[in-house]
């Protein structure tokens, strides 16, 4: 049974844009511990991702994507030109881990954070209740409420994309 994820970017580093341009890309540089692990341990490969915005205006949702490969050790961390470059990681011991991610879908709009604060069903949504972990746990019933926002966006999406 595939798990659901909220992944949080910034638009002016990485984008919903740049992942459509992309097709798919390597979640790298996430420094925290709790994020890590989700990472390592848990996203699997078909899991589905909530594409946000953070530092934007409106934060929100901005698309969908999917786990596309499993954790793996994040090769910046042992590059010292990297700003993400971590002297205690090796290779041996590898400290921090990503994953790639393939896009799924962009939305019209942004369902912004203050439609996603009025939804009845999203109370206890980890980005609601300002979580600041760049990855975080969706629950499938979260995950549905979320699609059924995007639907009532004014450009519908095509059968069976969401």
Do not use: C
């Not at 899991?47 to 915005?53: A, E, I, P, Q, R």
């Not at 929100?60 to 700003?83: F, Q």
């Not at 995007?150 to 059968?159: E, G, K, V």
């Amino acid at each position: 049974m595939p798990r659901y994820w909220l992944m949080k970017s910034e638009p002016g580093t990485y984008s919903i844009a740049d992942l459509e341009r992309d097709g798919s890309t390597g979640w790298e540089g996430v420094r925290n511990y709790q994020a890590r692990n989700f990472m390592r341990d848990i996203m699997q490969p078909g899991d589905g991702v909530l594409f946000y915005h953070s530092s934007a205006e409106p934060p929100g949702v901005a698309g969908l994507a999917r786990i596309a490969r499993a954790g793996y050790p994040d090769p910046t961390a042992l590059d010292p030109r990297s700003p993400y470059f971590d002297p205690k990681a090796t290779d041996q011991e590898p400290r921090w881990y990503q994953v790639d991610i393939a896009f799924e879908q962009r939305f019209p709009e942004i369902i912004p954070i203050a439609t996603l604060r009025e939804a009845p069903g999203l109370e206890a949504m980890l980005v609601i209740n300002r979580s600041r972990l760049s990855v975080q746990p969706v629950t499938p019933e979260e995950w549905e409420i979320v699609l059924e926002l995007a639907n009532q966006l004014p450009f519908r999406a095509p059968s069976g994309t969401v």
